[in-house]
């Protein structure tokens, strides 16, 4: 419930941002993207869990698993904003102009590790539900909306970067603190 005021917060303060027509113009073609890529944690969540729940020598399969979905997403999402590829979604699928593809490249190049990093943080997660120790998902939580409110004020007033890669650059620290702090947490059960 906590992380739904997250998209708005963003949305605004791209406003605030330089360059905010175009960071707002670009902003949901980035969401697009990265929100299909999004989908794999979140299903992955319930599968981790009923497949531990079920049997704990699972574990090292859905390790397994994991580093394979990781390293085929972290591949993927790098190709498609280091070669071409990126036209195809950007100017084909969106028909981004080539100054609004230049904003959402840069912003696309931050935040692709974003769904990289919820994969493992939906697998602490899981291992942290099935130890019933949840109160460490939502301490990781509020870490990752304090991270991104603080990244957020401190990026976009000084206009050092456009709003979109701001709250690119902010959403990905957010996550990161989130995650490193889960991972901490379940590594010591």
Same mark, same amino acid.
């Given at each position: 419930m906590m992380s739904i005021a997250v998209q708005p917060l963003v949305t605004a303060s791209v406003n605030y941002g330089s360059f905010p027509l175009q960071s707002l113009a670009a902003l949901p073609v980035v969401n697009a993207f990265i929100f299909i890529f999004?989908?794999?944690?979140?299903? #992955?969540?319930?599968a981790y869990i009923s497949l531990i729940e079920n049997n704990e020598n699972n574990f090292s399969k859905l390790a397994k698993y994991t580093t394979i979905i990781i390293l085929s997403l972290s591949v993927f999402l790098t190709? =498609? =904003?280091?070669?071409? &590829?990126?036209k195809l979604w950007f100017v084909n699928v969106n028909g981004l102009s080539p100054e609004l593809v230049d904003f959402a490249r840069a912003s696309l190049a931050v935040i692709i590790w974003h769904p990289v990093i919820s994969v493992l943080h939906s697998?602490?997660?899981s291992i942290?539900?099935?130890h019933k120790k949840t109160k460490f998902i939502s301490t990781a939580t509020l870490l990752e909306l304090g991270c991104i409110l603080v990244s957020l004020v401190t990026l976009i007033p000084g206009h050092m970067f456009s709003g979109i890669f701001s709250a690119m650059f902010a959403l &990905?620290?957010?996550r990161i603190v989130s995650a490193l702090y889960l991972y #901490?947490? =379940?590594?010591a059960l």
């Open positions: 999004k989908c794999f944690p979140l299903s #992955l969540q319930e190709l =498609v =904003v280091t070669t071409p &590829l990126y697998f602490n997660r942290a539900i099935h &990905l620290i957010g #901490l947490k =379940v590594k």
